[in-house]
Nanobody
């Protein structure tokens, strides 16, 4: 069965860093695009970053220069390195598999992880 398991969330101070991991199984990882989404209470789910099978990346304007998405096809894992964290980055971060682009718009795939909580607070 398809499974996505996120880890790496936690409580950090503003300006700190976290590295999220999403380990997948049951999919042909190297073929598909992956995405990271986040959702804070009372807000819509936001697409944070995507990475194609070829390694091309896109980021939300709010995280450009601070977050880096990467993938390790040997480990079937996608990462989100988050630096210079701000309180507004506080959210549940979820990994998404099998998304696709329609033009520049990323449609989320049907596979989701359970999410990992990131809290940025002094």
């Amino acid at each position: 069965q398809v499974q996505l398991v996120e880890s790496g969330g936690g409580l950090v101070q503003p300006g700190g860093s976290l590295r999220l991991s999403c380990v997948t199984s049951g999919i042909i990882f190297s073929r598909g695009a992956m995405g990271w989404y986040r959702q804070a209470p009372g807000k819509e789910r936001e697409l944070v970053a995507t990475i194609t099978s070829g390694g091309s990346t896109k980021y939300a304007d709010s995280v450009k220069g601070r977050f880096t998405i990467s993938r390790d096809n040997t480990k079937n894992t996608v990462y989100l390195q988050m630096s210079s964290l701000k309180p507004e980055d506080t959210a549940i971060y979820c990994c998404n598999a099998d998304g696709q682009y329609f033009g520049t718009y990323y449609y989320p795939g049907k596979y989701w992880g359970q999410g990992t909580q990131v809290t940025v607070s002094a």
